[in-house]
């Protein structure tokens, strides 16, 4: 079952912060952010692990509540280059070889 | 480092048709995983392999298949085309140093099925 992205799209003006949010019914060993340009490839943005511990670019902040099994990503002062498709990717095999993704949410950054 | 790359690019098929999508991931790396881009669905896992071996395999039907050969390169086929193949095809590779790593995709390849 895939997770569920909110919110499904978002318009920002240069500089505002934004939260995407990803949820999923099933227990997560990591979850893994992708954001694809339009006609292109996605970009790994950051993995986030069970336990607390994170990779990713530095200036991408997220977060991830075990518990509860949903992850955020925060986008603060965005940037034009920020505009994408950002995508979450569940994990609940523990082997981060399957990952199930989210629908995706749709974000555009305008001056 | 040259990145992932897919050919064809763009690929225009028939119903009943069969289609041979082929990968080849970044160099050293060892597991290639395939993926189905579509406006309504989103990306959705169809396999991975490692090292020649099918490790995962997603919930699409039997018509979909792979294979990876001994230098990691990958190949995807679908036989007996439907209309609602049409999606973007996308292989993604990762190292095997480290479990938790980043998938690198490539470009994709767009499949018309008409």
């Known amino acids: 079952q895939q997770p569920v992205q909110s919110p499904q799209a978002v318009i920002l003006r240069e500089g505002e912060d934004a939260v995407i949010n990803c949820s999923s019914s099933?227990?997560?060993?990591?979850v893994h952010w992708y954001r694809q340009k339009h006609g292109e490839a996605p970009v790994f943005l950051m993995i986030?692990?069970?336990?607390?511990e994170q990779k990713g670019h530095e200036k991408i902040s997220a977060s991830f509540n075990e518990k509860k099994q949903q992850s955020s990503l925060y986008l603060t002062a965005s940037q034009l280059s920020y505009s994408g498709t950002y995508f979450c990717?569940?994990?609940?095999?523990?082997?981060?070889?399957?990952?199930?993704f989210g629908t995706g949410t749709r974000l555009q950054v305008t001056l | 480092k040259a990145g992932v790359t897919q050919t064809p690019r763009y690929l225009i098929k028939t119903r009943g048709q069969q289609v041979t999508l082929s990968c080849s991931p970044i160099?050293?790396?060892?597991?290639v995983s395939w993926y189905q881009q579509t406006p309504g669905q989103g990306l959705q896992f169809l396999f991975e392999?490692?090292?020649?071996?099918?490790?995962n395999k997603g919930n699409f039907p039997g018509r979909f298949s792979g294979r990876q050969f001994s230098n990691s390169r990958s190949e995807m086929n679908v036989s007996t085309l439907e209309l609602g193949d049409s999606a973007l095809y996308l292989c993604?590779?990762?190292?095997?140093?480290?479990?938790?790593?980043?998938?690198?995709f490539g470009p994709g390849t767009r499949l018309t099925v008409l």
């Open positions: 986030l692990l069970k336990g607390g």
């Open positions: 160099s050293g790396h060892r597991s």
């Open positions: 993604a590779s990762r190292s095997p140093s480290e479990t938790y790593n980043e998938q690198f």
């Open positions: 099933k227990a997560l060993y990591s």
């Open positions: 392999y490692f090292s020649e071996t099918q490790r």
């Open positions: 990717g569940t994990d609940n095999t523990g082997t981060a070889s399957k990952l199930t």
